[in-house]
């Protein structure tokens, strides 16, 4: 039994009754990180010394203070592209391996308004490019459910550290998919919020247009209170949004009687597993059974979503990856005799070649005579994606489907060909190229691999998207299966 | 038919500001051009009255006082420089 079997509520009363302190629930992730990370490897970073010493300060204000908040004390994982003052951020780039921030993400400054601890840092795949996380210029984080599978990516490690039991929650980034399709591989539970609604400020740009900063926990309890402390209007980012953060967790009422949920029939259909198909038909009648009734929908340009994404998350990768030159911060050659020599072999030294491919799509599909047929292109593509997703919140609450199209894949197994690996994001990118949110919820097992069960929501509404996936963990166990490490 | 050429990859590397050897140019000439080849199927559709989306909300510029407040300081900008001189990034010759 761990401390962090329960969920944050609970451990909230623990330290309450002053059952357990704060220090105690630092201990416990930073001895799960002792006994299991050789395997698991999810962190790139610890904050051990800082972490410990921030607990101590918190019990004695602890033995004085009758009200804190719910995050007050607790142990949180951050991914390595979300900048942290003074603890090393290396987006799991070797352009980046002794870069110290000079300032925190509006992310870790309403963390540390809430008096959240840092444990460390957690693994990736370079610039967050890439679906199992070993695109990572450091270490190969494995799955806890099986050590020979991939964890998922691009938040693998925080998917991992979570599931591994080594913190309650943690923060991950998704462009493309990389917090749900981790979250549905590691059997945890992923949210990727609504484009705007978490800062994006210190998140180290990917592709702009479509990153968010999201929660992954055990629960969707604990997934809603870090969202509520994230979450938010934001001043030094001028893409989040002004719109008022509901209350998430009062929504988790656990009613969801006459609820109408679209099932695309693009995303049940070729290429997706059998097993992971019955998984979600499972799903959709544990749901009517709670009172809420699905049809059968189309989203018709799913067919073009991987190659839209491509095209413009490359593009926009490859103007916000320049100003890794070499000049003001990072790695840098000693093997340069002038400056275009400098940036060059700086950028090739520093750059894994997952990065390289796409810098170098990017910067095909903006370059003069190939910008109209390709990115324009893409743009005007996803207006139509966008407007499919508009069709059927017309009529519809929420838009229910698999996150991955098989479960967990084996290390190595879809490195050689870029295409195939690009493929099994097929079902969580339409929700970033739309803009709404999103989230993973353990929905099943095959042959020992959680599934993940995504459901889509309207913009800003992710108390709707937390009703219905509280809703069916509650009728559910799923959640409650813990990997044997 | 080839989407991409060889000396493409590499006129498109230099404007990237990467070096690679010909052995990469080789292995992302033949990437590059499934990958673009694949993109094209984005043809089949007419968007001729579509217009282009760039950002997903329906946001205006946001506009604020402009304010002056204090710069990060100069030691800690200049701390993470891989090399640097009297408080200013030093970089190799720009001229040969």
Partial sequence: MSLFDHRVSELHHLLHKKEISVSDLVAESFKRI???????????????????AKAKELDEKLATEKEFGLLFGMPIGIKDNIVTKGLRTTCASKILYNFDPIYDATVMQRLHEADAITIGKLNMDEFAMGSSTENSGFQLTRNPWDLERVPGGSSGGSAAAVAAGEVPFALGSDTGGSIRQPAAFCGVVGLKPTYGRVSRFGLVAFASSLDQIGPITRTVEDNAYLLQVISGLDPMDSTSANVDVPDYVSALTGDIQGLKIAVPKEYLGEGVSE?????????????????????????????YVLATYYLLSSSEASANLARFDGVRYGYRTDNAKN?????????????????????????????????????????????????????????????????TPTPAFKIGEKTSDPLTMYANDILTIPVNLAGVPGISVPCGFVNGLPVGLQIIGKHFDESTVYRVAHAFEQATDYHKQKPTL | MSRISIEQVKHVAH?????????????????????????????????ENVPPTSHV???????????????LPLDEVLKNAPDQQDGQFRVPAILE
């Fill in chain 1, 34 to 52: 002792a006994e299991i990370d050789e395997k698991v490897q999810a962190f790139l970073t610890l904050n051990e010394e800082q972490a410990r």
């Fill in chain 1, 275 to 303: 097993e992971v198909r019955q998984s979600v038909l499972n799903a959709l009648k544990v749901l009517e059974g709670l009172g809420a009734t699905w049809e059968e929908v189309s989203l018709p340009h799913s067919k």
């Fill in chain 1, 339 to 403: 400056l275009m020599e400098m940036y060059k072999q700086t950028r090739s030294e520093g750059f894994g070649n997952e990065v390289k491919r796409r810098i170098m799509l990017g910067t095909f599909a903006l370059s003069s005579g190939y910008y109209d047929a390709y990115y324009k292109k893409a743009q005007k593509v996803r207006t139509l994606i966008k407007q499919d997703f508009e069709n059927v919140f017309e009529k519809y609450d929420v838009i229910i489907g698999p996150t």
């Fill in chain 2, 15 to 47: 404007l990237a500001r990467l070096a690679i050897t010909e052995e990469e140019a080789e292995m992302f000439t033949k990437q590059l051009d499934a990958i673009i080849t694949f993109a094209e199927q984005l043809n089949e559709l007419d968007t």
């Fill in chain 2, 57 to 71: 909300l329906n946001m205006k510029n946001v506009m604020r006082e402009d304010v002056p407040t204090p710069g």
